[in-house]
């Protein structure tokens, strides 16, 4: 159950790296009280990070935490008021509107019975982890994913940063075969299990924590002949290597969390391993990339 709490602390920060060790540090420290921490993704990329307390919270002690955690990537100060007494998670949750996406649409479960029928629902309780179908990333990998489900039929998907579970979840409703998600993150990790079940997907979808391909169930469930990670630019490189160890032949790749001048580097890094570009997705300055292995 949540609490019901009226002091409000919000600020905002510059990178999600950075949202999450606040969070993680806030949560820590104040988690015994009857608080509520919520960090959600604004569209210029920011992050607001917002707490919710049932007692005045001491506000010399939440700056210090807030700058020793955030370091110089805090975009506005602290602030503080008072607010009347709600679910503030879920009240924050209901302001997200439904994201179409080819066959796919991504919502929450205020929404649940105003999707229209003849789409494959995806509802997701986003919480801490990343991945409501707003971010043009997630959005790109959708569209990717519906343009390959129209030409093949994965038998074997790996989701590598799975965040709320949502590409898992698409991929698992799709097809109806098992999908492989993992996270590096323990909260995402418990919230896509969550999610998976929410959707009734459970049976399909299974959740590991791992960071890259640093775990034994990558090769006990490879190879794969569709891998969706939408990450960073630079692990997406790093990981190019090991992950084209655990491709299936003529394997489907969907990379994405690129900002568009960061594909050709990251599309060398592939190319060199034997997969090719063939298609390219540009959504407010993001890339998402689909890539074909040629053996
Ligand atoms: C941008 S979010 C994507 C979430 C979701 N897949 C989507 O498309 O909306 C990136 C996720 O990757 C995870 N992540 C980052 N680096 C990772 C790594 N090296 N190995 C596994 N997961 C990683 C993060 O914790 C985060 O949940």
């Given at each position: 159950m949540q609490p019901s709490p009226t002091h409000?602390?919000?600020?905002?920060?510059?990178?999600?790296?950075?949202?999450?060790?606040?969070?993680?540090?806030?949560?820590?420290?104040?988690?015994?009280?009857?608080?509520?921490v919520a960090a959600f993704e604004r569209p210029d990329g920011q992050w607001d990070v917002t707490l919710h307390f049932a007692d005045?919270?001491?506000?010399?002690?939440?700056?210090?935490?807030?700058?020793?955690?955030?370091?110089?990537?805090?975009?506005?100060?602290?602030?503080f008021d008072t607010v009347e007494a709600k679910d503030w998670v879920k009240a924050s949750l209901e302001d997200l509107v439904p994201v179409p996406a080819g066959r796919f649409v991504v919502h929450g479960s205020h929404d649940r019975d105003r999707v229209a029928p003849n789409k494959l629902k995806i509802e997701i309780e986003a919480a801490l982890a990343f991945g409501t179908g707003h971010h043009g990333t997630t959005?790109?990998?959708?569209?990717?994913?519906?343009?390959?489900?129209?030409?093949?039929?994965?038998?074997?998907?790996?989701?590598?940063g799975t965040g709320?579970?949502?590409?898992?979840?698409?991929?698992?409703?799709?097809?109806?075969?098992?999908?492989?998600?993992s996270d590096i993150d323990p909260p995402s990790v418990r919230v896509a299990?969550?999610?998976?079940?929410?959707?009734?997907?459970?049976?399909?979808?299974?959740?590991?924590?791992?960071?890259?391909?640093?775990?034994?169930?990558?090769?006990?469930?490879?190879?794969?002949?569709?891998?969706?990670?939408?990450i960073l630019a630079n692990p997406l490189r790093q990981l190019a290597g090991p992950?084209?160890?655990?491709?299936?032949a003529r394997a489907?790749?969907?990379?994405?969390?690129?900002?568009?001048?960061?594909?050709?580097?990251?599309?060398?890094?592939y190319r060199a391993r034997g997969l090719v570009?063939?298609?390219?997705?540009?959504?407010e300055g993001w890339s998402s990339l689909l890539l074909r292995k040629m053996d």
């Open positions: 409000r602390a919000s600020f905002s920060i510059g990178t999600e790296a950075a949202a999450r060790r606040v969070v993680d540090v806030l949560t820590e420290v104040f988690f015994e009280g009857d608080a509520a005045a919270p001491d506000q010399a002690l939440l700056r210090e935490l807030v700058a020793t955690s955030a370091g110089n990537e805090i975009a506005a100060t602290l602030a959005r790109g990998c959708l569209l990717l994913l519906d343009h390959v489900l129209k030409s093949t039929r994965p038998s074997n998907v790996l989701d590598l709320t579970g949502v590409l898992a979840i698409a991929a698992a409703k799709a097809l109806h075969r098992r999908v492989l998600a299990a969550e999610n998976a079940t929410l959707n009734e997907t459970g049976q399909h979808v299974r959740v590991i924590r791992a960071t890259g391909f640093a775990a034994p169930d990558f090769a006990k469930c490879g190879p794969f002949d569709l891998v969706l990670a939408n992950m084209t160890r655990h491709l299936a489907r790749v969907i990379l994405s969390g690129l900002l568009t001048h960061q594909a050709p580097a990251v599309i060398a890094a570009p063939v298609k390219h997705l540009r959504i």
